[in-house]
């Protein structure tokens, strides 16, 4: 059994910053790329960054320069520093790991949101 628990999410005010943390756990072999996904309200569910097990990153461009995406291999956690942020980042914010759970297996695991709210 293999879970994600996100933490970090809250309300901030235009311009400001949040942290969004996650951690995996369970019956682990190893943990393949991680990442983080945003869901609007009546918006379709979109990557916002995402960091291979090897550090390469990839980025939306709407969050280019303003997000930044970590990870600690050794403890299976990645982190989100969102700073400058915008009205439009409100999005239920999702953490998205691709986990070896055995030898010759290796599945999508999905946290179970945290809300973030960027309004004044």
């Known amino acids: 059994q293999v879970q994600l628990v996100e933490s970090g999410g809250g309300s901030v005010q235009p311009g400001g910053s949040l942290r969004l943390s996650c951690a995996a756990s369970?019956?682990?072999?190893?943990?393949?790329?991680m990442g983080w996904y945003r869901q609007a309200p009546g918006k379709q569910r979109e990557l916002v960054a995402r960091?291979?097990?090897?550090?390469?990153?990839n980025y939306a461009d709407s969050v280019k320069g303003r997000f930044t995406i970590s990870r600690d291999n050794a403890k299976n956690t990645v982190s989100l520093q969102m700073s400058s942020l915008k009205p439009e980042d409100t999005a239920v914010y999702y953490c998205?790991?691709?986990?070896?759970?055995?030898?010759?297996?290796?599945?999508?695991?999905w946290g179970q949101g945290t809300q973030v709210t960027v309004s004044s």
């Open positions: 998205n790991a691709n986990i070896v759970v055995t030898i010759l297996y290796a599945y999508d695991y």
């Open positions: 369970g019956s682990i072999f190893s943990v393949n790329a």
């Open positions: 960091i291979t097990s090897s550090g390469t990153t």
